[in-house]
């Protein structure tokens, strides 16, 4: 299990380098549900805060008396994010780990956003979660089914590839590639009750100002953990060159459509 978790945090670790995806995204953009259950005065934990500009937007919509703290376990995020938004005074940024957070029944609502899927233990991590939230409070996943993905028309062959060595890589680290569809059950599970599924998905078409961003996402994915994927041993160097330059070639000139499936899931601490 020990070896296991190493392997998990691994390949889940993100370089500081992907800041710019992540600078790119905000509340009212990725998170519908969220941003109509946020409410002033509220305290709010973010987990896997990465940089923190959905963080900081999460602060705007307390005030003017909530209190917003972002974590993630990796240190240059949090040293960017406190840099960034040091000017909104609601907000603090912290080192920390999802499995083992000091916080005891404070928080009004929290968030845990695209961080399940990186998780090979997402029932501790609830479970954490619900430790921190007041009792009659609400704790919020949103996450993805990596497997439900789909393109028009369809990507290149070394894309697919790519992709397909993505999951197995993942799988083989404990990570669940449906995880959107299976947190219903863990909340369950875990005894939370009025649990809400709002679906979330994010549909980008060609005609959308941001939709090379978006789309080229799984680009960026081959540029930032490909390098970990060849040394592992998942896919070849010339795999992995070949998926992300055919990509963006086929994102510049061909790419229609892009269909990410997203699931909000919310349920409440018994009191």
């Given at each position: ?6 392997i998990?945090?691994q ?6 380098g992907?800041s710019?995806?992540l ?6 953009n990725?998170?519908?549900?969220l941003t109509e259950?946020?409410q002033?005065?509220?305290?709010v ?9 959905i ?24 040293e ?17 780990d ?11 609502i929290v968030v ?5 899927h ?20 609400r704790?919020?996943?949103?996450d993805?089914?990596?497997e439900?993905?789909?393109w028009?028309?369809s990507p ?16 083989e680290a404990?990570?669940d590639?449906a995880i959107a569809?299976?947190?219903?059950k ?5 005894g939370?009750?009025n649990?809400?599924?709002?679906p979330?998905?994010?549909l980008?078409?060609?005609t959308?100002p941001?939709f ?6 799984w680009?960026?994915?081959a540029?930032?953990?490909g390098?970990?994927m060849v ?6 160097k010339?795999?992995r060159?070949?998926a992300?330059?055919e990509?963006?070639e ?9 269909n990410?499936?997203?699931t909000?899931?919310e349920?409440v601490?018994?009191?």
């Amino acid at each position: 299990m020990q070896l296991l978790n190493k392997i998990d945090q691994q390949r889940a670790q993100l370089p500081i380098g992907a800041s710019r995806i992540l600078n790119t995204r905000s509340l009212k953009n990725e998170h519908q549900r969220l941003t109509e259950l946020l409410q002033p005065g509220m305290a709010v934990l973010d987990l896997g805060c990465g940089p923190g500009s959905i963080t900081r937007d999460m602060a705007k919509s307390v005030m003017p008396n909530g209190q917003v703290v972002g974590i993630d376990i990796n240190p240059g995020f949090i040293e960017e994010a406190r840099h960034n938004h040091s000017n909104v005074p609601n907000l603090s940024f912290e080192l920390g780990d999802i499995y083992n957070l000091p916080y005891d029944r404070e928080f009004d609502i929290v968030v845990a956003a695209r961080i399940f899927h990186w998780l090979s233990r997402p029932f501790d991590a609830l479970k954490m979660m619900i430790k921190c939230a007041k009792p009659g409070s609400r704790i919020f996943v949103h996450d993805c089914n990596l497997e439900k993905v789909t393109w028009q028309p369809s990507p290149p062959d070394s894309m697919k590839t790519f992709y397909t060595a993505f999951l197995e890589w993942r799988a083989e680290a404990g990570m669940d590639n449906a995880i959107a569809d299976h947190l219903s059950k863990i909340f369950e599970k875990a005894g939370l009750v009025n649990i809400v599924e709002t679906p979330q998905h994010q549909l980008t078409k060609y005609t959308d100002p941001d939709f090379e961003t978006r789309i080229g996402i799984w680009a960026d994915i081959a540029a930032i953990k490909g390098p970990q994927m060849v040394q592992d041993g998942a896919i070849t160097k010339d795999q992995r060159l070949a998926a992300e330059v055919e990509y963006r070639e086929w994102v510049r000139y061909q790419a229609k459509l892009q269909n990410v499936y997203f699931t909000a899931v919310e349920g409440v601490v018994s009191i």
